[in-house]
């Protein structure tokens, strides 16, 4: 079992970077293969980034260019840049670690509990 929990949620400006942290406990993460969701009020989750255990990264079409994701294993953490965040990025951000990859959901084993991100205009 992997639990995860992420942190560096909060308020920004339109136009404001924040990086998010998703520390892992109970076993490495570096077997796995992690990613990053989101759910805005009113919206279903959907797919930000994913980083495979080899390190190969993809995002998604929204994010790019925006947002980075990568991983520590010597810190157990999986992170999120996010960069030029505008209002419709407001949302609460999810880690996830999986055997899978790719943006479905159901490629991943274990879930965060979630980060808020507000983003003001």
């Known amino acids: 079992q992997v639990q995860l929990v992420e942190s560096g949620g909060g308020l920004v400006q339109a136009g404001g970077s924040l990086r998010l942290s998703c520390a892992a406990s109970g076993r490495t993460i570096s077997s796995y293969n992690l990613a990053w969701f989101r759910q805005a009020p009113g919206k279903e989750r959907e797919f930000v980034a994913t980083v495979s255990i080899l390190g190969s990264t993809n995002y998604a079409d929204s994010m790019k260019g925006r947002f980075t994701i990568s991983r520590d294993n010597a810190k157990n953490t999986v992170y999120l840049q996010m960069n030029s965040l505008n209002p419709e990025d407001t949302a609460v951000y999810y880690c996830?670690?999986?055997?899978?990859?790719?943006?479905?959901?159901?490629?991943?084993?274990?879930w965060g509990q979630g980060t808020r991100v507000t983003v003001s205009s």
């Open positions: 996830a670690a999986g055997y899978g990859l790719g943006s479905s959901q159901l490629a991943y084993n274990y």
